[in-house]
């Protein structure tokens, strides 16, 4: 097991060691926010409402996750009923809508902003009548009179600040310091009718569930007939199908991945720390001087002239001699064989067989053969050996 690894496996023992501790010590935190989804449970998802809303409408309910303008450029409806809770659409898919309306069918709309397209065809608007952190919703009818859903949770505050002629009110915002107004109307436009409702927060988990809260949902969509439904639900469901969205939803899975990518991160953060870039080998200057000695040497051996290599043999040797042993090299008297054999330390006798070498190469009209050539190389060379 060498180093690096011991220290990849202790890290990693490290990390996995405080994401137990993160997820031991881990509070639940509760997702306040909304979402307005059919499949989520979190306390402002519509969860509860999708599984009850088949009992609620008598089996009549179908949900469409088509936009609007799609649906109905692809079907054509009998007068029904139709349902949009807190959903955007485009400007066709309202225009579509308040077509079916005007043909004959109902829309409910439950949106705390009403859409442009829907208040520049009716004539209302909707605004901020509330600022209170509670509001009670309550409808008009005497026989409902009982039946109320109270908002203690981010209620948005919003109705109608203006009521016109025909305009029926269905239900108002009552707060204990402001007079009551108006949230939930009843519009005619063409052959049907638009109900439209500024608070949809009742339909959500956290408020279903309240005790009570349940018969105002029921009064309210009792003013629907009794006939087909279409719910148009958020396109938000179709995104959860996405991978990653699972993933990051599922504790487990999204802990495995944070490791993962921290895993990942230190595998790269360490291997750019020892890792560099192959150096390439530089191969060395080659060296021509003996490729050219030999080109010489065979240059003259093929010549076969002799006598011209032994005088420079010669010659570099005298140089070596004045150069290295600094000995006088005019005359190669006794003297001379004498100084050379007590700097070089060899015998007299090749000293002296050396001399007379050296003197033959440096006669030009002496007779040299290729025996006295060798001989002198060898004898110069060991001289300075």
């Known amino acids: 097991m060498n180093k690096t690894f011991k220290t990849y496996a202790v890290i990693f023992v490290i990390v996995m060691i405080v ?9 639940e935190t509760t997702d306040w926010r909304k979402n307005f989804d059919i499949n989520e449970k979190s306390p402002f998802g519509l969860f509860v409402f999708n599984n009850e809303a088949k009992n609620l409408f008598k089996n009549n309910l179908k949900k469409i996750e088509q936009i609007p303008y799609e649906y109905y450029s692809q079907h054509k409806k009998d007068p029904h009923n139709i349902i949009v809770i807190e959903n955007n659409f485009d400007k066709e898919s309202w225009n579509k809508i308040l077509t079916q309306v005007s043909e004959g069918s109902d829309a409910f709309l439950m949106v705390a902003r009403m859409p442009k397209e829907i208040s520049d065809s009716i004539g209302y608007y909707d605004s901020e009548i509330s600022f209170e952190e509670e509001n009670v ?12 859903a109270k908002l203690d949770k981010f209620p948005s505050g919003r109705g109608f600040s203006f009521i ?6 269905l239900g108002k915002t009552v707060e204990k310091k402001n007079t009551d107004q108006a949230n939930f109307i009843k519009v005619k436009f063409g052959k049907g009718y638009i109900y439209a409702h ?15 809260n349940v018969k105002y949902a029921q009064d309210v969509f009792s003013y629907l007939p009794d006939r087909e439904t279409i ?35 230190l595998f790269i953060f360490f291997n750019a720390k020892r890792k560099q870039r192959i150096v390439p080998v530089t191969e060395p200057l080659r060296n021509t001087s003996l490729d050219f000695v030999k080109s010489i040497g065979n240059l003259y051996l093929q010549e076969g002239d002799f006598h011209d290599m032994m005088a420079k043999k010669a010659q570099y040797f005298l140089n070596k001699v004045r150069m290295d042993l600094l000995i006088d090299t005019q005359n190669l008297d006794e003297e001379f064989a004498k100084k050379l054999q007590l700097k070089t330390g060899k015998p007299m006798e090749m000293i002296n067989e050396a001399i007379t070498l050296v003197k033959k190469a440096q006669d030009p009209y002496a007779s040299v053969m290729k025996e006295d050539l060798t001989r002198i190389n060898k004898l110069l060379d060991e001289i300075f050996k």
């Open 19 to 27: 994401l137990a501790l993160l997820e031991v010590n881990k509070k």
């Open 137 to 148: 919703l309550k409808l008009t009818d005497k026989k409902y009179q009982n039946d109320f």
């Open 164 to 169: 016109k002629p025909k305009v029926e009110v």
């Open 198 to 212: 500024t608070e949809p927060l009742f339909l959500t988990n956290y408020y279903l569930l309240k005790p009570g």
């Open 231 to 265: 719910w148009f639900v958020s396109s938000k469901s179709s995104t959860s199908r996405f991978f990653m969205r699972f993933v990051l939803s599922n504790p487990a899975l999204k802990y495995a991945w944070w490791v993962l990518l921290g895993g990942l991160i």
